[in-house]
């Protein structure tokens, strides 16, 4: 897990740690500038408190773009802090079902970075200093220029409902009686279990593993999995995945060969570190080897509870009632290193 630091910051740091003054310019498209966007409706003004001296927040998101049903909606949502005088960091794994402001969460980012940052905020108590989020579809199509990549898969697993693309409305030949019938007795993602021919079964075992674009891709999106899936799961195997992109990288010596590859790394991630932030930001974190790390997971065995929204769609709402963290906030206070 101690490579999760180093990750998380993994293609920014890339983009100017070996791009150099020219680089730079081919990576702008990257750094994001802060400024006013517009948030949903009826986020209350956060009361998170501002980073403490010595604390950096980072809040790092995984989405699927263009191409993928909800492209903007994120998949992983996870907010590092770390202690820079302690050397001790936390993960803190946010579900992407979490109704938050009369949406799940996973919405916010749809609406603007800074929009995302608050619904966050509004949750943990702690207002992310930077963000950097990854578009999926993007990281597939790097992959495939590369020629593949080399991945370190932590733990083997199946995924027997890892949605097909283009098969998202398919009615799977039921006839109209059988859709009422089903429509009738199911709802949330059991209902979504009727129809198979959308869904294809993926594995993936324990180890090394060379892996192509779509590979990688289905490899960091699977959400079904009972050996590996979760929030926190699916944010680890991006981070591998990261770093056997970054690996690859380096070992073709890619940055100053230029071209499409280059091209296609900007449009991969967006953040608000921009160089002389990330210079400032490695100065004052120093080796993140250093670091001691938890994970802290808000899920149904702590804070959270099962409910159902508008549609029949599957939530969850904090216990202490709708829209009220202040539960959640107390719990990750007290798992914080």
């Keep these: 897990m101690k490579r999760i630091l180093t ?18 310019g081919k990576f702008s498209k990257i750094f994001v500038k802060t400024e006013s966007e517009q948030t949903l409706e009826n986020v209350a003004p956060t009361t998170a408190l501002p980073p403490k001296e010595g604390e950096v927040n980072v809040l790092l998101l995984g989405y699927g773009g263009a191409g993928h049903e909800g492209g903007t909606l994120t998949d992983s949502i996870i907010l590092l802090t770390a202690d820079i005088k302690s050397k001790k960091a936390s993960l803190i794994s946010i579900p992407r079902d979490l109704w938050q402001a009369d949406a799940k969460i996973n919405f916010a980012y749809s609406k603007g970075t800074e929009t995302a940052k608050n619904a966050v905020a509004s ?13 999926f579809n993007q990281l597939q199509k790097i992959i495939d220029l590369l020629g593949g990549i080399n991945v370190d898969v932590l733990k083997s697993f199946d995924d027997y409902f890892y949605p097909v693309r283009g098969k998202e409305l398919d009615l799977c030949g039921k006839s109209p009686e059988e859709m009422q019938a089903v429509h009738q007795k199911y709802s949330g993602f059991d209902l979504e279990k009727q129809f198979e021919c959308r869904y294809e079964h993926i594995h993936f075992d ?17 959400r079904h999995s009972s050996q590996h899936g979760g929030d926190f799961a699916r944010s680890e195997r991006q981070f ?28 991969l991630v967006k953040t608000d570190l921009t160089p002389p932030r990330i210079s400032e930001f490695l100065g004052l974190v120093g080796n993140p080897g250093e670091y001691s790390i938890k994970e802290i997971h808000l899920t149904e065995d702590n804070v959270l509870k099962s409910s159902t929204g508008a549609g029949g769609q599957f939530i969850l709402l904090p216990r202490a009632g709708n829209n009220n963290f202040t539960e959640i906030r107390k719990f990750i206070q007290e798992q914080i290193l």
């Design 7 to 24: 990750a998380l910051l993994l293609i920014a740091i890339f983009a100017v740690g070996f791009g150099g003054s020219y680089f730079l």
């Design 123 to 135: 949750v943990t108590g702690i207002s992310p200093t930077y963000f950097v989020a990854v578009d």
């Design 206 to 222: 324990k180890g090394l593993t060379k892996m192509t674009g779509e590979g990688a891709v289905k490899f960091v999106r699977s």
């Design 240 to 267: 591998v995945v990261l770093k056997g992109l970054e690996d690859k990288l380096v070992s073709l010596n890619v940055i100053p060969k230029g071209g499409k590859i280059i091209d296609r790394i900007s449009a």
